[in-house]
């Protein structure tokens, strides 16, 4: 084993874990919010008053949510930025759908969960986002 790689197998082993109190919920919405956005492209959604994105987009952001889940399940700094980031462009997404009086209380809720789950001490420990 080369120097470096058993530095960071150390520092993988003494690196606490987020609780699964903490990750389970972020997880299971990311991949919820994958599944309806898949399901939006393939299928018209606007029709029963549910509000979507554009095909290509939603599939994008299908294909970026299931990219967050995994890398928050293999604890790498990545998942963490990418799922934060979702959650913010989710957060301005649905308040302009408010602001415009359209108002998808649901998915802002689901996406506060997340970043509030995600900005938790314990979570910004595990993933290293507090490191300076």
């Not at 109190?21 to 972020?26: A, D, G, T």
């Not at 998808?104 to 689901?110: E, I, P, S, T």
């Amino acid at each position: 084993m080369t120097g470096a790689s058993a530095h960071s197998d150390e520092e993988a082993i003494q690196r606490a874990r987020p609780r699964m109190l903490l990750l389970v919920p972020v997880l299971v919405i990311l991949v919820a919010e994958a599944a309806y956005q898949v399901l939006s492209a393939l299928v018209n959604l606007r029709e029963l008053g549910m509000h979507t994105r554009a095909p290509v987009l939603a599939i994008l952001f299908a294909v970026l949510n299931l990219l967050a889940t995994v890398g928050l399940v293999s604890g790498m700094r990545f998942g963490w930025i990418l799922a934060m980031s979702l959650a913010g462009w989710n957060v301005g997404y649905f308040l302009v759908l408010w602001w415009i009086g359209q108002p998808g209380y649901v998915g802002m809720a689901l996406a506060v969960v997340i970043v509030f789950l995600l900005s938790s001490n314990e979570m910004r420990h595990a993933y290293r986002a507090d490191d300076r």
